[in-house]
């Protein structure tokens, strides 16, 4: 009850306009704008992946969602998805501002296991350093294949409810 009432609170913020956006067929996501969505390639230890992308910005904060095909196997699954988390991590190597963490998300696959990732963005020409979390997931689809997801909140929002309400948001059908 009190998440939909912080939904509710949220939705009434006329920054934060949020609206349910698919990806694919196994998530139903909630961002807070009119979201943009994209395909690219991802090169993963000489193997390309195409992610799909939907994500928008809004109230100084990026919200996103990619979706990856995981693969036939587990074996498979674990492989992209850790190979998919160190290239996120890349922009942290030399500093040891990371944090890792177990995640629990409702009808996620056990394995691979769901992580969150914590950190600060480097500073740059781009502009002062910035939170970001990042939280990878995986789903089991019949006949044994996964998918993958990653889902990103970059920047810190003036509504504290915004965060809440992205993360509760995205839900696995």
Do not use: I
């Not at 587990?74 to 501002?97: F, V």
């Not at 998300?105 to 969150?116: D, I, L």
């Not at 939280?135 to 929002?157: D, P, S």
């Amino acid at each position: 009850m009190l998440a939909l009432a912080g939904m509710l609170a949220a939705g009434c913020n006329p920054t934060f306009n949020w609206r349910e956006v698919p990806l694919g067929d196994g998530l139903q996501a909630l961002l807070p704008c009119k979201p943009d969505r994209a395909q690219r390639e991802l090169d993963l230890g000489g193997q390309g992946v195409t992610l799909d992308m939907v994500g928008c910005a809004t109230g100084g904060v990026t919200f996103a969602v990619a979706r990856m095909e995981g693969g036939a196997s587990l074996a498979e699954s674990q492989r992209r998805l850790d190979a998919w988390r160190r290239a996120a991590r890349a922009p942290w190597r030399a500093d040891g501002g990371v944090q890792e963490a177990p995640l629990a998300v409702p009808r996620a696959a056990a394995a691979p296991a769901a992580v969150e990732l914590q950190a600060t963005t480097p500073a740059g020409a781009g502009g002062a350093p910035q939170p970001v979390r990042m939280r990878w997931f995986a789903q089991a689809e019949a006949g044994g294949r996964y998918v993958l997801y990653q889902a990103t909140m970059l920047g810190t929002a003036a509504d504290p409810q915004a965060a809440e309400t992205f993360w509760e948001g995205l839900r696995l059908r």
